[in-house]
């Protein structure tokens, strides 16, 4: 039978339903949520993602703040603004919006410039590791939809095997860590495991599959094992349409659950991002 196809618009919906709530109680407190974003240069698909948040912030009663910047601002200009954010009390959260001009270097600078209790992107060495003592206080957002998204299965992933294809520091590693704290058997595949040829096989016998690289229909349809639960994280544009990483048409009819692209993880990685926002704020109401 065809897969049971993961509705990401209904899973982030009803995480911000209940947001709204937590919303509610922190503003009775005196505590209106905030979330800082800086934006760097122009990047058409950066604003598209910018009103994917303000729309959803908005939802949730939640104060979008968007700083923007000319492409020619400086590291240390950047650096500056961030260092006013983290001691601005009333800025619970704060989001860097990459690429950067600047590089991936300068903009791994600046995320770490960010306060752990304010990186509601879970991307500072802070956050991260915590995920690896299994006690994360802001899981990175993608990963944290990727989890949200095998848990709505109710599938029990005790001792299931699991690949994770790319291994990125802000979606595959820390998903492969999240797979093995659920006592999921993980491999991790990247560049040389497909150079070496043995992709395929990892994935053909991955009871769970999780995909993140960014190439159009890497994985194809006759790969996935019977009974797959497959997420798949890749946005490609290929002419007037959006696609993801896995061949979705074959892989379907093989798959158990399966995300599609667009409607999949893009949509609960914003949730995941309100959520890490509240999350903050309530834990700098406590602290």
């Given amino acids: 039978m065809p897969a049971q196809i993961l509705d990401g618009r209904a899973i982030a919906g009803k995480v911000i339903e209940g947001l709204k709530e937590e919303v509610g109680a922190l503003k009775a407190k005196g505590v209106s949520p905030t979330l800082a974003s800086i934006m760097v240069g122009e990047n058409p698909a950066i604003e598209v993602y910018i ?33 006013r954010l ?21 903009a791994r600078r600046l995320q770490e410039r960010i306060s752990p209790e304010k990186d509601v992107e879970g991307v500072s060495p802070a956050n991260m590791g915590l995920i690896v003592y299994g006690r994360p206080r802001f899981t990175p957002c993608t990963p944290a ?11 029990d992933l005790y001792g299931k095997r699991a690949t994770v294809v790319g291994h990125s520091e802000i979606v595959g590693k820390p998903v492969a860590l999240l797979l093995m704290d659920k006592f999921c058997t993980t491999s991790v595949c990247h560049i040389a495991t497909s150079e070496r040829g043995e992709l395929r096989d990892y994935v053909e016998r991955a009871e769970i599959l999780v995909v993140a690289v960014g190439k159009a229909n890497l994985i194809p349809g006759d790969w996935i094992a019977e009974g797959a639960i497959v997420i798949d994280c890749g946005i490609n544009r290929v002419g007037d349409k959006i696609v993801g990483d896995v061949d979705f048409e074959g892989a379907k009819e093989r798959a158990s659950f399966i995300t599609p692209v667009p409607g999949g993880v893009g949509v609960v990685t914003t949730a995941m991002l309100m959520r890490n926002t509240v999350e903050a704020a309530k834990w700098q109401l406590r602290g």
Avoid: C, W
Avoid at 53 to 69: D, T
Avoid at 90 to 105: A, F, M, R
């Fill in 86 to 106: 983290n001691e601005d009390r009333n800025v619970n959260g704060i989001i860097l919006q990459l690429p950067i001009p600047q590089g991936l270097e300068a």
């Fill in 145 to 155: 939809a990727v989890m949200e998204l095998i848990n709505s299965t109710g599938v």
């Fill in 51 to 83: 009103r994917s948040q303000r729309r959803a912030s908005e939802e949730v009663g939640i104060e979008y703040q968007l700083h923007k910047f000319g492409a020619e601002v400086s590291e240390e200009e950047l650096a500056s603004f961030i260092d």
